[in-house]
């Protein structure tokens, strides 16, 4: 850990920086220097490679929503220090001008400038995609004989367990999700049968407002590249998602606005939006808490935990849904329209 004033001097001596003073913020530095103030970022060394390459590809794309890069005077974005890579920015003082909704929409719009301008087809496999489409229907039609199972045995039961009682009420939500996932999957997979290429972009691996900084102007600017890689765009998305719809029960309009918002500015393919409907409508969280559930031992179950965990992920469940019947509906209202003209 080099996070003090002399253990930062070997980090910003390539940068020809003499450090006055630090504050410092868990993995990151706030540095007063003779330059200026800065932030010195610590990176673990196996991330370094694909951080290096992703952000120099993207400032060769020509995307330049993300908060610069020092290079050291002799041309390297990073500097190895004791075991970890350090990279050095400016410090951005993040003028917040809008609210949070604003925010996520102009973070959405340039996610998806993001992804269009680092963009690339890569050939893919017919038995590889094949492969893994029967691998996921094997998986998932095993899941749904447990949750069928498992809601019979629940209701045979005399004296049902609350987490029980709860689980037969959340069964029918939960089952028809994993149905209308496998829908979504088995289209996708007809659609995809001849295709030869699939599309990769450039994700940023943790989209966050807290990962996209405002300067002075209002513009918004991308930072904490660090678990980037070359992926299918919904990488960034699904986990974005699922921690925002995460919350109480309610119906996340903002969602569906912030969506339609990177979908305007990101031109999905079918077969891509197939494949995206598929995984955000998959209950995977309430299956697991399920499963985890049936294979305690009786004695070493904590119902309070267990059913407080179970409501969760169903209140996730029930906010996902009504964002994936809104996207739906709206893509059916798109076709209908689409017909009409012709």
């Known amino acids: 850990m080099a ?46 490679v694909d951080f290096v390459r992703n952000v120099q590809l993207l400032f060769q794309r020509g995307y330049n929503r993300i908060v610069p890069i020092y290079p050291t005077m002799d041309g390297r974005y990073a500097v190895w220090n004791q075991g970890d890579l350090y990279y050095v920015m400016p410090w951005m003082m993040n003028q917040e001008r809008e609210d949070q909704f604003e925010k996520h929409q102009k973070m959405f719009r340039e996610l998806a400038r993001l992804h269009t301008l680092s963009s690339h087809e890569v050939k893919i496999d017919k038995e590889e995609r094949e492969s893994h489409y029967e691998q996921l229907t094997s998986r998932w039609d095993k899941e749904q004989a447990f949750l069928d199972e498992y809601v019979e045995a629940c209701e045979k039961t005399t004296y049902m367990s609350p987490f029980q009682f709860h689980y037969c009420m959340y069964y029918k939500d939960a089952s028809q999700a994993l149905k209308f996932s496998r829908k979504m999957l088995d289209e996708w997979y007809e659609e995809t049968k001849e295709l030869e290429k ?42 974005f998602l699922s921690r925002t719809l995460k919350t ?68 996730l469940l029930k906010n996902t849904e009504y964002v994936v019947m809104r996207l739906d509906e709206m893509e059916k209202q798109k076709k209908e329209q689409a017909e009409q003209a012709e």
Not at 25 to 38: M, P, R
Not at 261 to 280: A, D, G, I, K, P
């Open 248 to 315: 109480y029960p309610k119906y996340y309009e903002e969602c569906i606005e912030w969506l339609t918002t990177y979908f305007q500015h990101f031109t999905v393919r079918n077969e891509e939006r197939l494949l995206f409907m598929s995984y955000l409508a998959y209950p995977s969280s309430v299956i697991a808490v399920v499963e985890k559930y049936f294979h305690t031992p009786k004695d070493k179950r904590n119902e309070r935990k267990s059913l407080k965990k179970l409501q969760r992920h169903y209140w």
């Open 3 to 48: 996070q003090t004033l002399e253990g930062l001097k070997p980090v910003l001596q390539p940068y020809g920086v003499e450090p006055h003073f630090v504050e410092s913020y868990g993995k990151i530095s706030k540095v007063f220097s003779n330059k200026g103030t800065l932030a010195v970022k610590q990176l673990p060394a196996q991330n370094g």
């Open 198 to 239: 699939v599309r990769t972009v450039i994700t940023h691996g943790k989209v966050s407002t807290e990962h996209f900084l405002f300067d002075e102007r209002g513009l918004g600017y991308f930072h904490n590249f660090e678990n980037s890689k070359m992926a299918s765009p919904f990488h960034d998305l699904l986990p």
